[in-house]
């Protein structure tokens, strides 16, 4: 890592404007487009009442300002490739320091490189938090149906999917009945892009987090999104009691 120091101020510990509580962990969602990481943030995210951080959904906020940045963020976006690292790493930082964080954070779709996760692990150090990995494995073959069949009601964010979770009246939302919406980089071509980008750069950190005895790998093939929450809440469980 280049560009920021790795070592850091000790006296930082507990200098954080809104500390963190002795519970407080980064419960990390880590999987390839479409394992479901959004679906499982949001349930997580009510039932251990900890907010739900979205590289993505931040950065499709950003994007819909129409300045310079936007169409940047637009641009990368539309080609499936990452955003550069120093933006989302900014981003994580500020918002994990909000007071909502207190008690703990899930991070969905961060960090996605190398220079990501070594950033995380950082910012986790300085404000002594520990992380749990949660790797959501699903078939190959199967992503790209999946994100291909994704729908999303541009007002409330619920996710639907036409083959597993379809919307009862066809194209609305059920909550809002608001049209929904495919996401720009839901097409076949780029749907392919953000999978090579995915293999190149983020599945190389399995074997990273494996190594820090964080991670916990999850059937996240089949199963109903609730069974599959289950054994996260589990997990977690599991990891608070280890500590
Ligand atoms: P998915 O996990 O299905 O690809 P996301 O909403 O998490 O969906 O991400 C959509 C796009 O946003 C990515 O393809 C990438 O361009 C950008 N993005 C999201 N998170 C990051 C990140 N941590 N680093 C770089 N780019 C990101």
Same mark, same amino acid.
């Given at each position: 890592?280049?560009?920021?120091?790795?070592?850091?101020?000790?006296?930082?510990?507990?200098?954080?404007?809104?500390?963190?509580?002795?519970?407080?962990?980064?419960?990390?969602?880590?999987?390839?487009?479409?394992?479901?990481?959004?679906?499982?943030?949001?349930?997580?995210?009510?039932?251990?009442?900890? !907010?739900?951080?979205?590289?993505?959904? +931040?950065?499709?906020? *950003?994007? %819909?300002?129409? /300045?310079?940045?936007?169409?940047? @963020? =637009?641009?990368?976006?539309?080609?499936?490739?990452?955003? !550069?690292?120093?933006?989302?790493?900014? +981003?994580?930082?500020? *918002?994990? %320091?909000?007071? /909502?964080?207190?008690?703990?954070? @899930? =991070?969905?779709?961060?960090?996605?490189?190398?220079?990501?996760?070594?950033?995380?692990?950082?910012?986790?150090?300085?404000?002594?938090?520990?992380?749990?990995?949660?790797?959501?494995?699903?078939?190959?073959?199967?992503?790209?149906?999946?994100?291909?069949?994704?729908?999303?009601?541009?007002?409330?964010?619920?996710?639907?999917?036409?083959?597993?979770?379809?919307?009862?009246?066809?194209?609305?939302?059920?909550?809002?009945?608001?049209?929904?919406?495919?996401?720009?980089?839901?097409?076949?071509?780029?749907?392919?892009?953000?999978?090579?980008?995915?293999?190149?750069?983020?599945?190389?950190?399995?074997?990273?987090?494996?190594?820090?005895?964080?991670?916990?790998?999850?059937?996240?093939?089949?199963?109903?999104?609730?069974?599959?929450?289950?054994?996260?809440?589990?997990?977690?469980?599991?990891?608070?009691?280890?500590?």
């Amino acid at each position: 890592m280049a560009d920021f120091a790795l070592s850091f101020d000790e006296d930082l510990e507990g200098a954080f404007l809104y500390p963190f509580g002795e519970d407080a962990l980064a419960l990390i969602l880590f999987g390839a487009p479409g394992s479901g990481k959004g679906t499982q943030a949001k349930i997580l995210s009510s039932e251990l009442a900890m !907010p739900h951080i979205s590289t993505g959904d +931040m950065l499709r906020s *950003r994007m %819909d300002v129409d /300045d310079a940045l936007g169409r940047t @963020i =637009l641009a990368v976006m539309k080609s499936g490739q990452l955003v !550069p690292d120093e933006m989302v790493n900014r +981003m994580v930082e500020e *918002r994990i %320091d909000q007071p /909502d964080c207190q008690h703990g954070f @899930i =991070l969905d779709g961060y960090p996605r490189t190398l220079r990501q996760a070594e950033m995380v692990e950082w910012l986790l150090a300085a404000r002594g938090l520990k992380q749990l990995v949660i790797h959501l494995q699903v078939d190959y073959n199967k992503l790209v149906g999946r994100l291909t069949a994704r729908r999303q009601c541009p007002q409330c964010g619920t996710l639907y999917n036409l083959l597993s979770k379809p919307p009862l009246v066809m194209g609305r939302c059920d909550i809002e009945g608001a049209k929904l919406t495919i996401r720009a980089d839901d097409s076949e071509p780029v749907i392919r892009q953000r999978l090579e980008a995915y293999e190149a750069q983020t599945r190389p950190l399995i074997e990273h987090f494996r190594g820090s005895g964080c991670l916990r790998d999850v059937d996240a093939s089949e199963r109903p999104p609730a069974e599959i929450a289950r054994e996260i809440r589990q997990l977690v469980e599991e990891f608070r009691a280890s500590l």
